[in-house]
């Protein structure tokens, strides 16, 4: 009889964590080989550290026989961008197994984001190999990211997922029955203590300092460079207006430009003492560590695990702007946007989160998932009938946009007759009449 290997694939230290976390809980069916396959999808790789290159890995990686590198298998090609012709793919999968000392091997994936490049590559690759996911952060309570094809979905076994958001269960992989697993709080932790205890010295911050996280929105296309710069001194700003006189800056591990003058400036207008963390380490492994006063950022995955996992004081800034610019509507970022829109403080307000009650909460997810993906999702309009019908006012208007659910018929879309009149020509003339007279009459 072969032998059985799992080839665990991972594009973050946070996924590796989890994945300790999960073997660590028997998530997974016992194996003779446990590989991680580590992949770099940075905009430019060469500038980014990949996860078994960060601190803290040393013991994470004890839980697996192998590493072994998916940039290097595929090179030059961008992990992101490729995927292998359909007639390649049986050479392919032999190739693979030469090269990694399958042979002939019940090979079984775990993978994040199965819908898209690389995990979808190496689904595609070892074709009919039973599928594990576990879940990318917040993006897992989203729907799944377009139609994936049944001759992958179909083979998911479980869900994974940490309990960021409690009582929430994740929408991902629910259109093929998937079942969601929860990874146990208490393996999570354990794994990211054995990476703090690994990563060696790092700048210690002193008592009361605020720890801002920085993202990669620029380079995702979401945010210009000089919009993400404003950002994060927002954040600063935001801190030293709390009362904190100390802040240190966490630039994100994928991020191509790490900070600017810009922060160090408005620090130094407002006599704040800035720090720079530049090491790519876990953020968890600084609120472990640190114990930060205050945790500020935009809508990270890190801003739950804080609040959620160590019990620390959180704040989120500029969540309003992230969610008129994230296109396209369908984008997967838009469900953890509102999840810290919705659960979080805002920063600059001071004011705490009106948290929706839990099947209100439930409820708005659902609705947001039937707007972001209705044909894959069909069965879900009643629900967001009701919830857009009972609670469509000034939030929901930043959650769902108006054209969206004109096109959906949903509450809160504009008529259908009147939708008309904006393909009127007659009518359109008019309004340019009245734009022009009401300028007239201001002059």
């Excluded at 991020?255 to 953020?283: C, I, N, Q, Y």
């Amino acid at each position: 009889m072969s032998r059985t290997t799992q080839i665990f694939c991972a594009s973050t230290p946070y996924g590796v964590a989890t994945l300790a976390a999960a073997i660590e809980s028997g998530c997974f069916p016992e194996a003779e080989r446990r590989v991680l396959l580590v992949c770099n999808d940075a905009a430019t790789p060469e500038t980014a550290p990949a996860p078994d290159e960060t601190p803290g890995f040393a013991p994470l990686r004890e839980h697996f026989d192998d590493v072994l590198s998916w940039n290097e298998t595929i090179r030059p090609f961008h992990p992101a961008a490729w995927t292998p012709r359909s007639d390649d793919v049986p050479l392919l999968q032999r190739h693979l197994r030469l090269l990694w000392g399958l042979g002939d091997d019940r090979v079984e994936l775990v993978l994040e984001s199965p819908e898209v490049p690389p995990a979808l590559t190496v689904a595609q690759v070892f074709t009919g190999a039973p599928i594990h996911v576990y879940a990318d952060g917040l993006m897992g309570y989203g729907p799944t990211r377009g139609k994936l094809d049944p001759l992958v979905g179909t083979r998911v076994r479980q869900l994974l997922h940490l309990d960021l958001v409690p009582g929430l269960t994740p929408m991902l992989l629910t259109e093929f029955d998937v079942p969601a697993r929860v990874v146990p709080t208490h393996a999570f932790l354990k794994a990211v203590d054995e990476a703090s205890d690994a990563a060696g010295a790092l700048p210690a911050p002193p008592d009361g300092a605020a720890l801002l996280l920085g993202q990669y929105l620029s380079a995702l296309g979401v945010l210009s460079p000089g919009e993400e710069e404003d950002l994060h001194v927002r954040m600063v700003r935001g801190a030293a207006g709390r009362g904190h006189r100390t802040v240190v800056f966490k630039p994100h591990p994928l991020a191509p430009v790490r900070h600017s003058r810009a922060l160090e400036t408005e620090a130094e207008r407002l006599g704040v003492d800035l720090t720079v963390l530049d090491a790519p380490v876990l953020a968890e492994v600084l609120f472990a560590r640190a114990r930060p006063a205050l945790v500020v950022g935009c809508f990270s995955t890190a801003l739950f695990t804080a609040s959620a996992f160590y019990g620390l004081p959180v704040a989120r800034v500029g969540t309003e702007r992230l969610l008129e610019r994230l296109t396209p509507y369908q984008n997967g970022n838009r469900v953890p946007a509102v999840l810290a829109d919705a659960l979080l403080p805002d920063l600059e307000s001071g004011e705490g989160a009106d948290v929706p009650p839990g099947d209100e909460l439930k409820d708005l997810v659902t609705a947001l998932g039937f707007t972001m993906q209705p044909q894959v999702h069909p069965a879900l309009r009643p629900v967001a009938e009701r919830h857009l019908a009972e609670h469509f006012g000034p939030r929901a208007r930043r959650y769902f946009r108006r054209k969206r659910l004109t096109a959906l018929g949903l509450p809160g879309g504009v008529p259908t007759r009147l939708a008309l009149l904006s393909r009127n020509s007659a009518a359109r003339r008019v309004v340019r009449r009245a734009r022009a007279l009401k300028k007239a009459v201001r002059r």
